[in-house]
């Protein structure tokens, strides 16, 4: 088949359209040959394949997998979305302090050092405020919806239907009404309950304390190169040269963390769940599918090291940037400070 456009088309018209046409020429084989498309469509089978966790054993609970990756997700992006947002205001905040000159006074009073960790855990509190008030927020309201919204009981449709039976002549067809009515109306609070029971089975504790480790963590590590960046130049402009460095690994987590969706125990996914600088990403992904002990210490332990180090390194080259106009700093006169 030859598909003439003038604008490129879209992947989904492409499918579509190649699918109506394998759908069409199908049908029309089957009268041509005089089979039945009934017949045809009784001899398809799906088959639905149930993961179970050998190490529940003898108990055949499913894996919940469509529930771990959801949750892993949104874990990993808010961390990622996070890191830059409040990174960048890090960074915003510094460089406006140091063009207004306000950071003159304030040095005066106290250490540059402590003026850096200061805005850094400022701002840090901030971002650990608004993800509580959400957290809250978000059970609140599911737990009001699925009282308000989602709890009809089953017996008053059985009561209903049981009434309507003595009402009516034929006892058999309202039986069998009275079956389906009730599955009707209790399919959405079927799926909602069905839903929470599998993220009951998840490790939830875990998962928030992870959350906030690889979110503090994460955050403070980047938030120091933020600041280093933010004293170090003059304006916004400026900051363009050296947000590359700082933004490859960011990303390349966000894409590994996609990546480990589909194997979360693969050797990709665990080494740049260890790896500090994108770890608090994409170990964020794995935490849901469960995770040994020893890669977890091992990761967090990372993570540690390379906050302090990075610190130790953004506190020498904000010691000297932060009181230093109208030069152009390159990487090479950044390694002086840090050397210095």
Known sequence: MEFYYRKPPGVGLESHISTSIEKFLFDNKLIVKNIPAEVVASLETNIHLSRIDWKNWPDKEEDITDVKR???YVSGFLIYMFIFMFGAQVMRGILEEKTSRVVEVIISSVSPFQLMMGKIIGIALIGLTQFVSWLVLTVGISTFAQQVFFSIPVQQGTEAAASSDIMSSSKIAQSEQAEIAPVKNDEAAVMVNSIMKQIGKINIPLVIGAFVFYFLGGYLLYGSLFAAVGAAVDSETDTQQFMLPISIPLIIG???MINSFLNPS?????????????SPIVMM???PFGVPPLQLVASASLLILTFLGATWMAAKIYRIGILMYGKKVSYGEMWKWIRG
């Open 70 to 72: 959801g949750l892993g």
């Open 254 to 256: 966000l894409i590994v």
């Open 266 to 278: 693969g050797k990709l996914a665990v080494i740049f769940s260890i790896i500090p600088l994108t």
């Open 285 to 287: 992904a794995r935490i």
